[in-house]
């Protein structure tokens, strides 16, 4: 048999520019991403990784999703023909994927679609350890794979084998993060029908915590609310349960429970970058003079901390590929972005919600403080947070914002990611979408009126010339 007549079909152009993103591979199910679309990824993916001279096995897993075991099944056919050997882990956090994929040394797929509404799903690749797989890394070649389509040669078929990871997820953890001997608190933990109600109860077994479920049942169609506590909405329940029941914290979860979200025991949302500067604080102590990477959208509050306890703060650009990358290259310790996203040298510099949300229960187990209390001196700063506007020409837009503000007096600009104004305690970002005609305003300022003030005159800018 020649390796030609082996050849799939093409995946259609305009298919493959709406599901190939930046990071990942992302549509509707099946009208975009289908059984087929999927067998061949797993094949281009092994040759990928042939070529590359890597390990032809991989490690698979998948989330709740009504349509995840199928299309997680077609992949690990594709992969299997293409001679890979397949581990199968099965229903995993994206985060328990990761650590499988640093366990095993194996490069690895995890198949969700995050926060996405029921009829999205997807695909997260990395290499072994964890390594991130992103457009400029792996997805480019892929996609152009698929648009030739993916030709087979003629090769012995690996095998498909299955493998409960999910203890040694927990236990890895627990080497990482000691909650044993914290207080005993009353711990409420959302998991918005998504991953975290699989892997919060291994994960908290046997501590001294009183766990309060909400939404832990697996259910792909999210009947309670999206599975997305970036939006405020989605947060409701938790605060609610917090006061309700007088508990210590409240922890929220993704879809695939790589990103958590805190709420103190007033029922308050705790942002993600006071988050970020308690674990960097915890991270440094343990690692004096540790390097922690944030990303521009970030709290200023994160590189003040990391400086004053004696590290080095180094500034990203957003997004999982940057912050491993600039982690990689520095051997940082820790990472946080202003999205619920915690990277963590131990854990193969891949984000782990759950590992963030034991940071925050460490801190406070081991504090007669409450949560609000021990977190006041994070709290530093106002900020907007990210504010979308449909704009067509958003080169332009910005290209505007930049003139108007670059002739100021005591006003510095920067183009790391795209364009930072930033003044006597303020700062302001505004970011084009990878995906969507979309600019994205960001704001940060020492006092709230100043925050308003700039907030309202840039988003004048945006809107006023947004068509």
């Given at each position: 048999?020649?390796?030609?007549?082996?050849?799939?079909?093409?995946?259609?152009?305009?298919?493959?520019?709406?599901?190939?993103?930046?990071y990942d591979?992302?549509?509707?199910?099946?009208?975009?991403?289908?059984?087929?679309?999927?067998?061949?990824i797993?094949?281009?993916?092994?040759?990928?990784?042939?070529?590359?001279?890597?390990?032809?096995?991989?490690?698979?897993?998948?989330d709740?999703?009504?349509?995840?075991?199928?299309?997680?099944?077609?992949?690990?056919?594709?992969?299997?023909?293409?001679?890979?050997d397949?581990?199968m882990?099965?229903?995993?956090?994206?985060?328990?994927?990761?650590?499988?994929?640093?366990?095993?040394?194996?490069?690895?797929?995890?198949?969700?679609?995050?926060?996405n509404?029921?009829?999205?799903?997807?695909i997260?690749?990395?290499?072994?350890?964890?390594?991130?797989?992103?457009?400029?890394?792996?997805?480019?070649?892929i996609?152009?794979?698929l648009?030739r389509?993916?030709?087979?040669?003629?090769?012995?078929?690996g095998?498909?084998?299955?493998?409960?990871m999910?203890?040694?997820?927990?236990?890895?953890?627990?080497?990482?993060?000691?909650?044993s001997?914290?207080?005993?608190?009353?711990?409420?933990?959302?998991a918005?029908?998504?991953?975290?109600?699989?892997?919060?109860?291994?994960?908290?077994?046997?501590?001294?915590?009183?766990?309060?479920?909400?939404?832990?049942?697996?259910?792909?169609?999210?009947p309670?609310?999206e599975?997305?506590?970036?939006?405020?909405?989605?947060?409701?329940?938790?605060?609610?349960?917090?006061?309700?029941?007088e508990a210590?914290?409240g922890?929220?979860?993704?879809?695939?429970?790589?990103r958590c979200?805190?709420?103190?025991?007033r029922?308050?949302?705790?942002s993600?970058?006071?988050?970020?500067?308690?674990?960097?604080d915890?991270e440094?102590?343990?690692?004096p003079?540790?390097?922690?990477i944030?990303?521009?959208?970030?709290s200023?509050?994160?590189?003040e901390?990391?400086?004053?306890?004696?590290?080095?703060?180094?500034?990203?650009?957003?997004?999982?590929?940057?912050?491993?990358?600039?982690?990689?290259e520095?051997?940082?310790?820790?990472?946080?972005e202003?999205?619920?996203?915690?990277?963590?040298?131990?854990f193969?510099?891949?984000?782990?919600?759950m590992l963030?949300?034991?940071?925050?229960?460490?801190?406070?187990?081991?504090?007669p403080?409450?949560?609000?209390?021990?977190?006041?001196?994070?709290?530093?700063?106002?900020?907007?947070?990210?504010?979308?506007?449909?704009?067509?020409?958003q080169a332009?837009?910005i290209?505007?914002?930049?003139?108007?503000?670059?002739?100021?007096?005591?006003?510095?600009l920067d183009?790391?990611?795209?364009?930072?104004?930033?003044?006597?305690?303020?700062?302001?970002?505004?970011?084009?979408?990878?995906?969507e005609?979309?600019l994205?305003?960001n704001?940060?300022?020492?006092?709230?009126?100043?925050?308003?003030?700039?907030r309202?005159?840039v988003l004048?800018?945006?809107?006023?010339g947004r068509?």
């Open positions: 048999m020649s390796a030609e007549a082996n050849r799939s079909a093409p995946v259609d152009a305009d298919v493959l520019a709406s599901i190939v993103k930046a591979i992302r549509g509707v199910v099946p009208s975009q991403l289908d059984a087929r679309i999927c067998h061949d797993g094949a281009a993916f092994v040759q990928l990784l042939e070529a590359e001279g890597e390990v032809a096995g991989l490690v698979v897993g998948h709740m999703r009504p349509t995840s075991p199928e299309l997680a099944a077609a992949f690990a056919d594709g992969a299997a023909s293409a001679g890979a397949v581990t882990i099965g229903l995993a956090s994206t985060d328990e994927l990761y650590c499988a994929s640093g366990l095993l040394g194996l490069p690895g797929a995890m198949f969700t679609a995050s926060h509404p029921a009829q999205y799903n997807g997260k690749l990395c290499r072994a350890y964890a390594a991130p797989v992103g457009q400029e890394s792996g997805l480019g070649q996609k152009d794979a648009a389509g993916v030709s087979i040669p003629p090769t012995e078929r095998s498909i084998a299955e493998r409960d999910l203890a040694d997820y927990a236990a890895h953890l627990h080497s990482l993060v000691d909650l001997g914290g207080r005993p608190m009353t711990v409420v933990v959302d918005g029908n998504g991953m975290a109600g699989l892997t919060a109860p291994a994960v908290f077994a046997g501590l001294p915590m009183t766990l309060l479920p909400l939404f832990f049942e697996l259910d792909g169609t999210f309670n609310h599975a997305n506590p970036i939006d405020p909405e989605n947060l409701r329940d938790l605060q609610a349960a917090v006061l309700a029941h210590d914290i922890l929220a979860f993704d879809g695939d429970a790589d979200f805190v709420v103190d025991e029922g308050s949302i705790v993600p970058s006071v988050l970020a500067a308690l674990i960097a915890r440094l102590a343990r690692d003079g540790g390097t922690v944030y990303n521009l959208i970030t200023q509050v994160v590189p901390v990391v400086v004053e306890a004696g590290g080095t703060a180094v500034r990203s650009r957003v997004g999982h590929s940057f912050i491993k990358g600039v982690m990689a520095t051997g940082a310790v820790f990472g946080g202003h999205s619920g996203h915690f990277y963590f040298r131990d193969w510099r891949a984000d782990s919600g963030a949300g034991m940071h925050a229960l460490a801190a406070l187990g081991s504090s403080a409450p949560l609000s209390q021990l977190l006041a001196p994070y709290d530093r700063y106002a900020a907007s947070g990210e504010i979308n506007s449909t704009v067509v020409d332009q837009v290209a505007d914002i930049r003139s108007s503000w670059a002739a100021r007096p005591g006003v510095a183009e790391l990611d795209g364009l930072t104004v930033t003044g006597d305690g303020w700062w302001f970002n505004v970011r084009a979408s990878n995906t005609p979309l994205r305003l704001v940060e300022a020492g006092e709230r009126q100043a925050l308003e003030r700039i309202d005159e004048a800018q945006i809107r006023g068509t």
